[in-house]
């Protein structure tokens, strides 16, 4: 009965799990004073949110020092010539050091999410998600003028 | 990737590849067969890549301030230094290993130069990172970092990238254009 109960939670979780995990706008951004005064981030909030990055940090330096380091080794096999077995192991081992990165990224920016109330962490993704939509439009104007100049 | 098995007659254009890597309302595009053996290409599209990250990707919150006027001028200065030289694609990578950075700096020296024309509204209502300190400024470009690598957006270092250079294939025969 366990069993089958696990089972119907693993099912009615996996789209969640599936989801594309939280985007937050990029970089520190809990020390951006505008970004900081959109979401009213009060200063125990931020100092807690900067001792979750500050306990992270350590973590994160080495799996994206891991992430490039397998990144190196793929990219010496394909110089090298190297077979298909020693390609696929290598690719493996790059998406492994990805997925501990993505972890480690994931949890940090979950406890981040703890700190703010609801209304504060929607308001920061929804922000995140307009300088998106900005940026996706200046790209796409930029690409529109350079296809107006086409001889 | 096999160079030699594809001819040049199939090489994507500067058009194409722009559109792949500005693909239109963001919505990424479907990678034409070629790219997957053309190393030329895909090196070209990786370049093409580089650039627009560099055009979009550098102090998203502060640009964002930036006025219609402001970014219509930094836009012209950046069009006009890729169209002088050329673009990535059709065997002018030579030539583009340059001009693009070039493009790139010149694009930053225009919103730099627009930024301090409109200080006192960056400074009134705008973010940026003036107030970081260098430990900010280490953190938050490891932050980026991360945010790059985890999702695999890894442009120019990504796949594209992971081919043997072709230069040496473009020196030796590469068509100046579509032929």
Redesign the interface.
């Known amino acids: 009965m366990k069993l089958l109960a696990g089972a119907l939670l693993f099912v009615a979780l996996a789209p969640a799990s599936l989801a594309s995990p939280p985007q937050l706008p990029e970089g520190k951004w809990w020390k951006r004073p505008r970004l900081a005064a959109e979401i009213n981030l009060t200063d125990d909030q931020a100092r807690e949110i900067e001792s979750i990055f500050s306990r992270t940090r350590p973590e994160l330096i080495d799996r994206k020092a891991e992430l490039e380091k397998r990144q190196g080794e793929l990219q010496d096999a394909l110089d090298a010539n190297a077979d298909r077995r020693t390609i696929s192991t290598k690719v493996e081992a790059v998406e492994n050091a990805r997925a501990g990165l993505q972890k480690a990224r994931i949890l940090m920016v979950l406890d981040m999410k703890q700190v703010l109330k609801p209304d504060q962490w929607d308001r920061l993704v929804r922000m995140r998600e307009q300088l998106r939509e900005r940026r996706i439009d200046r790209l796409e104007r930029f690409r529109e003028r350079r296809m107006d100049r086409r001889p | 990737m096999r160079e030699r098995a594809t001819t040049a007659a199939d090489h994507l254009t500067d058009?194409e590849l722009?559109?792949l890597a500005?693909p239109?309302?963001?919505v990424p595009e479907a990678l034409p067969r070629h790219l997957s053996e053309c190393l030329r290409c895909s090196r070209a599209l990786a370049d093409w890549k580089g650039a627009?990250r560099d055009?979009?990707?550098e102090g998203?919150?502060a640009?964002?301030s930036r006025s219609a006027q402001e970014?219509r001028a930094v836009?012209d200065a950046?069009?006009t230094a890729?169209?002088r030289q050329g673009s990535p694609g059709r065997g002018r990578r030579r030539r583009l290993s340059w001009a693009l950075p070039a493009a790139a700096a010149l694009l930053l020296g225009a919103l730099l130069l627009t930024g301090r024309n409109s200080s006192a509204r960056i400074e009134s209502?705008?973010?940026?990172?003036a107030?970081?300190s260098a430990q900010?400024r280490a953190?938050?470009?490891?932050?980026?970092?991360?945010?790059r690598?985890?999702?695999?957006d890894e442009t120019p270092?990504g796949w594209g990238a992971?081919?043997?250079d072709p230069s040496a294939v473009d020196s030796a025969a590469a068509p100046e254009g579509r032929s």
Do not use: H, I, Q, Y
């Open positions: 058009e722009f559109a500005v239109p309302a963001g627009v055009l979009g990707d998203e919150e640009l964002a970014w836009e950046t069009l890729v169209g209502g705008s973010d940026d990172t107030s970081f900010d953190d938050d470009a490891l932050l980026r970092d991360v945010d690598l985890a999702s695999g270092g992971l081919a043997p």
